[in-house]
């Protein structure tokens, strides 16, 4: 079936710094896939996607390539806020049967001033 | 005002207790989910419902059960509480347009304690 492996946090980070959260996944095709980020107390939110292969999703500085030769979909971002203290999932959604998503375990960053 | 809704926000229960969460959307969606989070284990989906005479059973749907009483409002049931059913509920929307993406939106979350 279909899987989504992100790698454990915490993550702690200084304000200004690079991120890398990596993110590999097992499907059967080509998926689509997503980071959603889930600021405290609140619920996810869609932070940026990829529909195709080689496909770059980006948002809020934060940007992720569709790499289908390593499976993988890692979130970057360049410099880091205290604002973007976080959980962050990634997700796919499989283009055979029902168009539920599978969601990684998360991701907690915490960026410190 | 928000476009997914929870009640309650926070609810603590005894073990063999019926509970029911409730959820409604403002969004116009055809398609409504139930997720549980739970610390190291991400979310998980309990049920989803793809319009109000279609319902289907998630990853984990033993313990729990469903209704979709009209486009907009999704319950979710625990018909006897259990301790391991203390976690994190969401509710979330998509719409179906078949753009080969379907972003869901997801409402604040309910605290569940089962004691």
């Known amino acids: 079936g279909d899987s989504v492996t992100q790698m454990e946090g915490p993550v702690t980070l200084s304000e200004e710094a690079c991120l890398t959260i990596?993110?590999?996944?097992?499907?059967?095709?080509?998926?689509?896939l997503f980071w959603y980020v889930q600021y405290p107390g609140e619920g996810l939110q869609l932070l940026l996607k990829a529909t195709k292969a080689d496909d770059k999703g980006s948002n809020k500085g934060f940007e992720a390539t569709y790499r289908k030769e390593t499976t993988s979909f890692h979130l970057e971002k360049g410099s880091v806020q205290v604002s973007d203290s976080a959980v962050y999932f990634c997700a796919l959604k499989s283009r055979s049967g029902y168009s539920t998503l599978t969601f990684g375990k998360g991701t907690m960053l915490l960026v410190s001033p | 005002d928000a476009d997914v809704t929870q009640t309650p926000r926070n609810r603590i229960t005894k073990t063999g207790k019926r509970i029911m969460l409730e959820c409604s959307q403002t969004?116009?969606?055809?398609?409504m989910y139930w997720y549980r989070q739970d610390p190291g284990l991400g979310l998980r989906l309990i049920y989803y419902s793809f319009d109000v005479k279609d319902i289907n059973k998630g990853e984990i749907s033993d313990g729990y059960s469903v209704s979709r009483q009209a486009q907009a409002k999704f319950s979710l049931s625990l018909e006897s509480a259990i301790p391991n059913q203390t976690a994190l509920y969401f509710c979330?929307?998509?719409?179906?347009?078949?753009?080969?993406?379907?972003?869901?939106?997801f409402g604040p979350g309910t605290r569940l304690t089962v004691l």
């Open positions: 969004k116009g969606h055809d398609r």
């Open positions: 979330a929307t998509s719409d179906n347009t078949g753009r080969g993406y379907n972003e869901q939106f």
């Open positions: 990596n993110c590999t996944y097992t499907a059967t095709g080509y998926p689509s």
